[in-house]
């Protein structure tokens, strides 16, 4: 979080060189902006998608992979609790099973606290992003 806090962040000093920094400061608060705007955009077109029992199936098996063993099935409906009940879920839509993904990742992937801590705060961003990427891919 150390490094996360002062890459995101501009110092401006009353110096010379304090107009070319607000400059730089406004360009960084533009680029948030409009990643936000984008986000925002993309994230309603998945709360908009009402998902059917073969796209809910084709987003687990991109996140779990082919396997139909019984840790498999177990993981998989954990997901599908979250998807159908989890924490601001039940209507049936892409943000629905993504949303569920995440809370699972975050929740119940691993039973030690540090570990969930540290999914929900730094890790596994790369298994969100993929669920992301295919949830989104079902909205076409």
């Not at 099935?73 to 998807?83: D, I």
Request: charged content about 35%; some cysteine; aromatic content about 10%.
């Amino acid at each position: 979080l150390h490094a996360w806090k002062n890459e995101n962040k501009v110092v401006i000093r009353h110096t010379k060189n304090a107009e070319g920094r607000v400059a730089d400061a406004m360009r960084v608060l533009a680029l948030g902006n409009k990643y936000f705007e984008k986000f925002q955009e993309t994230s309603k077109k998945l709360a908009e998608k009402i998902l059917d029992k073969k796209q809910v199936e084709f987003f687990l098996k991109e996140c779990f992979g082919e396997g139909d063993g019984t840790r498999q099935k177990n993981l998989e409906e954990k997901v599908l609790e979250r998807y159908e009940a989890g924490k601001g879920t039940g209507e049936g839509t892409a943000w629905d099973l993504y949303n569920g993904y995440c809370e699972w990742i975050d929740h119940d992937r691993s039973t030690s606290p540090e570990t969930r801590l540290a999914n929900s705060i730094l890790g596994a961003v790369a298994l969100k992003e993929k669920a992301f990427d295919v949830a989104l891919g079902l909205t076409r």
